[in-house]
């Protein structure tokens, strides 16, 4: 018996929701390149949600393969999450790295660092513990899985409250410039 049984309906959504994500977090990329727009460190940002939409589509994916064992799930859980703790370690260089014009806030850290290190950390768990408890297992698995997937909703929310919050700094600024020029001195 497949520790994947009864599980097929969950992971084409989670999947199905992943791939919409990742397809307009990618609109919204291009009407910000399109703008000009580019506040301070926003692709130190948008490219880990990029990355944490498109783990939970590959994932998703990969556990829709049929006939999958408890090997094949423990390798590909296993060795996708040990990469992503490595990429949430060049995540969190990053964010020092763009200090200097962002200065990331607890918040910050908590949803583009703590939180995915947590989420694939526990993804890492379960790939050793589906050898004692496969179907138990799975839970943990789609517990990680979703939380990553709200993670970059909110990161992705974030991202687009900063940019137009930073284009509203921008316009209101070039309106006090141009009144500033037009004014008589």
Known sequence: MSPLE??????????GAAAALL?????????????????AGMSGYITPTVVHFATVLGLACFAS?????????????????????????TITAHMRRF?????????????????????????????FFLWREPRESMYGVASALLLLLFVGIHNSWDVAVSVTAQNKKDEDK??????????PR
Do not use: C
């Open 23 to 39: 397809g307009i977090t990618f609109v919204v990329i291009a009407l910000v390149a399109e703008r000009r727009a580019n506040p």
């Open 174 to 183: 070039a309106r006090e410039n141009k009144a500033r020029e037009g004014a």
């Open 99 to 127: 200090a200097r014009q962002y200065v990331p806030v607890l918040e910050d850290w908590i949803w583009h660092v703590i939180l995915p290190a947590l989420v694939y950390a526990a993804l890492l768990a379960m790939a």
């Open 65 to 89: 393969v049929p006939h999958q064992n408890v090997l094949g799930l423990s390798i590909g859980f296993g060795s996708t999450a040990t990469a992503l703790l490595i990429y949430t370690g």
């Open 6 to 15: 009864g599980w097929d309906n969950f992971y084409v959504i989670l999947g």
